[in-house]
């Protein structure tokens, strides 16, 4: 499956791509961004990749740049709950050199036209750290809208940052013209 924008394409994640996730682990930046305490080793990281390829309630992609191919990160749709048309988002570029450059942004666009037209779900929904002030410009320009706080949630590097809950209902994103 390839989902194509822009400056960005999605397609499924493949072996070759777990160097890059496992670079992902070893930079400080990253984990605080996304409050990540576990490191994952290579075989972690495929043990990991086969479980999620068994899991029918969870699409996973690599981000790809359209001008080289290369992967800039990668993202997912999970817990997707037919029942009650909704599913959770998640997304990390792997590189801090390719934050501030529009990708994570166009990747999140995408993921939200599969999950609204191809999956015909009406509430795609995450969560997002206080301190990544940059992760939540990107969700808000491309239509997340935030819901709820949950204070004090993390403690990481000597200090609490607040859980933000944001979402894209369906309505929402028929009125962004995505």
Do not use: P, W
């Amino acid at each position: 499956m390839l989902i194509t924008g822009k400056t960005v394409f999605l397609r499924a994640i493949e072996e070759k791509d777990f160097i890059s996730i496992s670079k992902s682990f070893q930079d400080e930046e990253i984990l605080y961004m996304t409050g990540t305490r576990t490191l994952l080793n290579m075989e972690q990281i495929k043990m990991a990749h086969r479980n999620f390829s068994n899991d029918s309630t969870r699409y996973d992609f690599a981000i790809c740049s359209q001008e080289s191919g290369q992967i800039l990160g990668d993202l997912s749709i999970s817990e997707i709950d037919i029942d009650n048309k909704k599913a959770m988002f998640r997304i990390a570029l792997h590189s801090t050199e390719k934050h501030g450059r529009g990708y994570g942004t166009e990747a999140t666009k995408l993921a939200l036209r599969f999950t609204f037209e191809e999956l015909k779900l009406n509430r795609l929904e995450l969560q997002v750290f206080s301190h990544n002030i940059r992760g939540i410009r990107a969700y808000e320009k491309a239509g997340f809208i935030k819901e709820g706080i949950l204070r004090q949630a993390l403690f990481m590097n000597g200090t609490y940052s607040d859980e933000i809950i944001m979402s894209v209902i369906k309505k929402d994103y028929e009125l962004n013209d995505n």
